[in-house]
């Protein structure tokens, strides 16, 4: 089973109907999150029956249903600083293997006190698969493996022309500029102040 919790926000909708697109067997996914009515509405919504599950982050004692029968619970419910935590820990605890949407590189960081009781448990914890770090991240993996002993540094630039985001993301956004005075450079973990530097 495949747990998207946090399914009716602007992300979680686009995961659930991707899901949706691949031929996984019926009964595979269940959509979780705090309204009933709009996830009933996101169900009507897909090709097959799914499974609903009403959780709530700010409740942690609604979440531990989200890891019945679950393999892979996919998290898109943030601010993931305030709200991701328990989340994690109950993944690692209940051996579910764990994706979520965060850039918020602070919780990023605190999530690797769980990778003991994961693996353990034979699970991963993989935090920020969103499209902003996961490509970036497999892209410079790709550079890294051509180029070899070539490569000093990877810069992954962003460029954003217009359009708008969604409340969750300028929430995260928010959290991760207020909590996230890391960066990762030469392999370790420094203080850094968040966008401190910019090109043109």
Known sequence: MITLFGATGYTGRLIAHQLASLSLPAGSIRLAGRSLEKLKQLASELPYKTEINTADATIPSTLPALFKNTRVLINCAGPFTDLGEPV???????????????????????????????????????PACGFEIAFADCAAALLAEQLGSQLDAIDVIYALSGGNSSRGT???????????????????????????????
């Open 170 to 200: 300028r929430l995260s956004a928010i959290r991760s500029l207020g909590t996230s005075w890391l960066a990762y450079r030469g392999g370790d973990w420094v203080s850094a102040v968040p966008c401190s530097s910019t090109r043109t």
């Open 88 to 126: 994690v820990a109950l993944a690692a605890i209940h051996g579910a293997h764990y994706l979520d949407t965060t850039n918020e590189l602070g919780f990023v960081h605190r999530m690797q006190s769980y990778h003991q009781l994961a693996v353990s448990n034979q699970a991963a914890i993989v």
